[in-house]
T-cell receptor, first 115, second 112 residues
């Protein structure tokens, strides 16, 4: 069966510090991968998605970047965190070519607080 | 205008009640639709897809009106365990990948 791992679960970082969140998927090949952010009281916002190794698409301009160094690894990074980067970060995957009603599976999320 | 709009609630209902959530979306080219459930401080999980003809899964019924760009979820015989936030989700991607656009969610509280 497929599983998605995301860590750390909770993170408190000072303003201006770097960030690296990692997500890995097991049990599937060539998944579509996604990073979402959920700010307090707001809906999930798609930040990045990737349809293959090294292929990253950004949905919104921001202080963050993403990379996909391996097929089932997706990394979210920042060189210098801002207070506004605080939120609940969720990695997700879906099957490639699964059709329009393919389910997206989410990791357990990282709750980031920038102080 | 938000791409996917939902009443944030909360909806406070007693056990056994029937409750309905509504959602509107702005992108008329959207092809697939879902309801996800999110428990407090947890990740979202798929509750059900929404099909044009309407579909039912146990106590849950989803409806889609493409002309009005309107989606609904009906929960019958509410249980305490139904307490959660219900997210209306629209897929603006294509067959190759899911570009899911989420509403802000409607919070449901079921009380004894």
């Amino acid at each position: 069966s497929q599983t998605i791992h995301q860590w750390p679960a909770t993170l408190v970082q000072p303003v201006g510090s770097p960030l690296s969140l990692e997500c890995t998927v097991e049990g599937t090949s060539n998944p579509n991968l996604y990073w979402y952010r959920q700010a307090a009281g707001r809906g999930l916002q798609l930040l990045f998605y990737s349809v293959g190794i090294g292929q990253i698409s950004s949905e919104v301009p921001q202080n963050l970047s993403a990379s996909r160094p391996q097929d089932r690894q997706f990394i979210l990074s920042s060189k210098k965190l801002l207070l506004s980067d605080s939120g609940f970060y969720l990695c997700a995957w879906s099957s490639t070519g699964g059709g329009m009603n393919t389910e997206a599976f989410f990791g357990q999320g990282t709750r980031l607080t920038v102080v | 205008r938000k791409e996917v709009e939902q009443d944030p609630g909360p909806f406070n209902v007693p056990e056994g009640a029937t409750v309905a959530f509504n959602c509107t979306y702005s992108n008329s080219a959207s092809q697939s639709f879902f309801w996800y459930r999110q428990d407090c401080r947890k990740e979202p999980k798929l509750l059900m897809s929404v099909y044009s003809s309407g579909n039912e899964d146990g106590r849950f019924t989803a409806q889609l009106n493409r002309a009005s760009q309107y989606i609904s979820l009906l929960i019958r015989d509410s249980k305490l365990s139904d307490s959660a936030t219900y997210l209306c989700v629209v897929n603006e991607g294509d067959t190759g990948f899911q570009k899911l656009v989420f509403g802000t969610g409607t919070r449901l509280l079921v009380s004894p």
